[in-house]
């Protein structure tokens, strides 16, 4: 029994130094060591062995199954060694390689129009202004003179906040136009004035070709002594060549807001269809563009400003509609629809 443990002890051993890969290690382990292993076997065997044997041969079988035990272990450590040394040597890292290519960010094309209005308006003296999105019902409607009761609240479908309501200016309301910056400018500021307001606005509305419910305003005007008409068609002029780059025909109308008088509305030449005619001008060639008009007195009393001593004008375009000119983009829905085929294209 122990010529035979000793044998046992020298073929695993021999394996043991053999062995060239962890794998290679752990099926010597089963063979020997393992449950149905062949030391296991002669371990089982002990206590079937005369009583004077089973002492001996019980305590070399566990002296063997130690030094095995130790021998697998040092292996063991000593290819892990090895195949991480084989992996770091595999594994060449070359620096100068360029990293992977993330893809950047641009510029949405409505914010690319805005900065390219904010800089044209910008050159002729306006200043910038900003206001809140979610607006009160005094300064969207009260303070340009559409009171509660005014039948041209109906021309503006609004989206009410719920549960909100401030006692001095009434309820919450997603702003349906950027026209509640002029009233809080004046009382900012007071005049004289040049300012334009780009910004979002919403209307309760069912969509179509050239109607969202989410769309971009810029609002415009100048307060101070001796502003007529006239200078709004000379900035008009000035803004549209400039943003253009060539001649684009304009047409003037009377139109009704409550917050202008006299108020007038202007049209561009449809630049999808060159004015024959298409959905986004619904076949008519001329896209409304924007509302204008002097101030009222009653905006400008509600500003603070005296309006025995000074005047002005007022106009609001569609920001959105001015993109869809600008890259003939057929459908207005497209702009704020999150495609980014679509966006990318810009
Ligand atoms: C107004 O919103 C007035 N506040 C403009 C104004 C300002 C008049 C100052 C006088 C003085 P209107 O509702 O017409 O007016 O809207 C102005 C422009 O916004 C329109 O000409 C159009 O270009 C754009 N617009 C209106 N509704 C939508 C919509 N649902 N989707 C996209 N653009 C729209």
């Known amino acids: 029994m122990k010529e035979q443990l000793l044998a046992l002890q020298k073929a695993c051993l021999d394996a043991i130094k053999k062995a060239d890969s962890s794998n290679a290690l752990q099926e010597i382990e089963v063979k020997y060591l393992g449950r149905k292993g062949e030391l296991t076997a002669i371990l089982r065997g002990v206590k079937d062995l005369p009583d004077a044997q089973k002492p001996i041969v019980g305590k070399l079988s566990n002296e063997v199954k130690t030094v095995l035990e130790e021998a697998l272990e040092n292996k063991s450590k000593e290819l892990e060694k090895e195949e991480l040394n084989k992996q770091l040597q595999d594994d060449t890292f070359d620096i100068t390689i360029p990293g992977p290519d993330r893809s950047l960010g641009h510029v949405h094309p409505l914010s690319q129009v805005q900065h390219q209005v904010e800089k044209i308006f910008n050159s002729m003296g306006f200043m910038i202004m900003d206001g809140p999105e979610v607006e009160s019902e005094y300064y969207n409607f009260e303070g340009l003179n559409i009171p509660a009761w005014h039948p041209a609240r109906d021309m503006q479908d609004t989206f009410f906040i719920k549960g909100k309501h401030d006692k001095k200016h009434g309820r919450m309301v997603l702003r349906t136009h950027t026209s509640p910056v002029q009233v809080r400018t004046m009382e900012k500021y007071g005049a004289p004035l040049r300012v334009i307001v780009p910004g979002r606005t919403f209307r309760y509305e069912a969509t179509d070709a050239s109607h969202d419910t989410t769309f971009y305003q810029v609002e415009g005007f100048m307060i101070d002594k001796n502003i007529s008409i006239a200078h709004l068609k000379g900035v008009l ?3 549209l060549s400039s943003l253009f780059g060539k001649e ?80 003939g983009i057929d459908d207005i829905r497209l702009l704020l629809g999150g495609d980014l085929r679509f966006i990318n294209q810009f």
Not at 288 to 301: D, P, Q, R, S, T
Not at 314 to 323: E, K, P, S
């Open 248 to 327: 684009v025909t304009v047409r003037i109308r009377p139109g009704y807001f409550p917050f202008v008088e006299p108020g007038l509305e202007v049209d561009f030449s449809c630049l999808i269809c060159g004015g024959k005619g298409c959905r986004v001008c619904k076949y008519t060639g001329w896209v409304e563009f924007m509302g204008a008009g002097m101030i009222h007195e009653n905006v400008l009393k509600a500003g603070g400003i005296d309006p025995k001593k000074w005047q002005g004008w007022a106009f609001g375009f569609g920001l959105t509609r001015l993109v869809m000119m600008r890259h």
């Open 237 to 239: 002029a000035q803004f």
